[in-house]
């Protein structure tokens, strides 16, 4: 490493960076001392950005850290641990920590490689966030009613479903989301920050219904809850005697969000006057309209008393298969994008690569992968970038 890589470094964002790994790895001021056998004293004016690291101090310390060099040298932004945020918020037992920690970690990696990118492609994420909805005192079903209908105006929505919800979190209104592997009992988290944003997790084992329905539950913290982060599991009520009420409407705002009153009125009435009859395979055909499961529609239609208050119970006596049943009738699975990373993400990689602004190894570093898997999705990126002939791309279209 030459030395004016580090003589042009920020001190300061290098010793807050080199603080955040200590922290994280868990060692302290005392052992980092040791690894570059130095008082303790040294670390701390090294933290502060008072005093100017040695190539080798830094090499020592970084493996130290279990960190590359790199991530000390590269201009990155300096933002809160997501970590302190989670478990000021949360109380998990140790078990339950260790389960989830590493998906914790693995978000806030990602989202700091997200702000990273921007930066150096210079193309920051627009945000349209609204306001956060004050509903305290407002009674909890018409609260999530409430925001419901006020962000799908917003978002120019309708009432009619939302087939693509991830793509427009994320390119609506600006919402950082990635699909990562948990635990089954974990649905989603969230987090919020000056910087980064609003930033999402979800379960990428649940099914595609499932993680639409978590998507917007977890939508509903952003919107009503930001600076709150909240890690969701699917038996809560297993785990606590009491739901809070952020909670309550976390779980209410999907019914209305993805299902809207109106729209679903209308729905259900045209099926009936058609038919005369609402039947079983109509619920099975308006639940894949609408990409929710069977039980979120037949529950939300009993609701608003369009169906008898237990039929989803006596279908479910009857033996109803599910599965079977969306198979016999053709309904194929829901559309789905499960990728890990958001498209726009994905495409602000490929052009800080295309641009020289970031190195093939980087590029992997930002998809996770190795090189040879970078190269090939390299290619998928720039085949999709370029869909159009390179004429078409530059046509006025207000005047073709």
């Not at 948990?182 to 084992?205: D, H, Q, R, T």
């Amino acid at each position: 490493m030459a030395n004016n890589i580090l003589d042009k470094i920020d001190l300061r964002k290098l010793g807050a960076l080199l603080q955040q790994a200590r922290k994280k790895s868990g060692l302290t001021q005392a052992d980092a001392a040791k690894v570059i056998d130095a008082a303790r004293t040294t670390i701390v004016a090294i933290e502060k950005g008072e005093r100017r690291l040695k190539p080798n101090e830094l090499i020592k310390l970084a493996r130290a850290y279990g960190r590359a060099v790199s991530d000390f040298v590269r201009s990155s932004p300096i933002t809160e641990p997501f970590e302190v945020q989670f478990r000021a918020a949360y109380q998990r037992n140790t078990k339950e920590e260790a389960l989830i920690s590493s998906s914790i970690q693995r978000l806030e990696e990602l989202c700091h490689n997200y702000l990273e990118l921007e930066n150096v492609v210079d193309a920051p994420l627009p945000q349209n966030y609204p306001q956060e909805y004050d509903v305290t005192d407002m009674p909890l079903e018409a609260a999530a009613e409430s925001i419901a209908i006020a962000e799908r105006q917003r978002l120019g929505l309708g009432d009619g479903p939302i087939p693509l919800l991830r793509d427009i979190l994320e390119q609506s209104v600006g919402l950082r989301i990635f699909y990562l592997e948990m635990p089954p009992k974990y649905s989603g988290f969230y987090s919020y920050g000056e910087e980064l944003g609003g930033c999402v997790a979800i379960n990428s084992n649940h099914p595609e219904e499932r993680r639409r329905w978590s998507l917007a539950h977890e939508y509903l913290h952003f919107l009503a809850h930001r600076c709150k982060p909240v890690i969701d599991y699917t038996d809560y009520e297993k785990k606590h005697q009491r739901k809070p009420r952020s909670e309550h409407l976390g779980d209410a705002f999907p019914n209305y969000f993805l299902m809207p009153t109106s729209g679903l009125m209308k729905r259900f009435n045209d099926m009936y006057q058609t038919h005369g009859k609402f039947t079983p395979t109509n619920l099975f055909t308006l639940a894949h309209y609408y990409g929710v499961s069977i039980e979120a529609l037949g529950y939300r239609l009993e609701d608003i008393k369009l169906i008898p208050s237990g039929t989803l119970d006596r279908l479910r006596d009857r033996g109803l298969k599910v599965r079977q049943v969306q198979k016999e009738l053709g309904l194929e699975e829901i559309d789905q994008r499960a990728d890990i990373f958001p498209i726009h993400y994905q495409h602000l990689a490929i052009e800080a690569l295309e641009q020289g602004l970031i190195t093939e190894g980087r590029f992997a570093d930002f998809l996770g992968v190795d090189r040879l898997e970078a190269r090939r999705i390299a290619e998928i990126l720039r085949e999709h970038s370029s869909g159009m002939e390179e004429e078409s791309a530059y046509l006025d279209l207000r005047q073709a």
